[in-house]
Nanobody, 122 residues
Framework: QVQLVESGGGLVQAGGSLRLSCAAS????????MGWYRQTPGKQRELVAV???????NYADSVKGRFTISRDNAKNTVYLQMNSLKPEDTAVYYC????????????????WGQGTLVTVSS
């Protein structure tokens, strides 16, 4: 009932930039946290960046200083600006939204996007 649609992935050379977007739609009462995770074949899904409703952010050490997470509350959209990309950033990136909503409105909300592939070539 709550859907997350991601966009912005693609192929880029090392040192380049990409901007990922994730738009949430459906029955959403309140969004507390929005974030980005990534996963490569055979690896665990890892947290890349999160942003709270108050604007606080947290980043994985590997992306600090290069990635920036932001949100547009009016559009229920979260962004991930990725600069100075490295081959090790190659992964499928997943958007995550936590809060309250769904068919029962006040149920706990924990939704995931379909994933978007980011490939960084050397």
């Amino acid at each position: 009932q709550v859907q997350l649609v991601e966009s912005g992935g693609g192929l880029v050379q090392a040192g380049g930039s990409l901007r990922l977007s994730c738009a949430a739609s459906g029955i959403i009462f309140r969004i507390n946290t929005m974030g980005w995770y990534r996963q490569t074949p055979g690896k665990q899904r890892e947290l890349v960046a999160v942003i709270t409703s108050g604007g606080s952010t947290n980043y994985a050490d590997s992306v600090k200083g290069r990635f920036t997470i932001s949100r547009d509350n009016a559009k229920n959209t979260v962004y991930l600006q990725m600069n100075s990309l490295k081959p090790e950033d190659t992964a499928v990136y997943y958007c995550n939204v936590q809060g309250r909503g769904g068919s029962h409105l006040f149920d706990a909300l924990d939704a995931w996007g379909q994933g978007t592939l980011v490939t960084v070539s050397s």
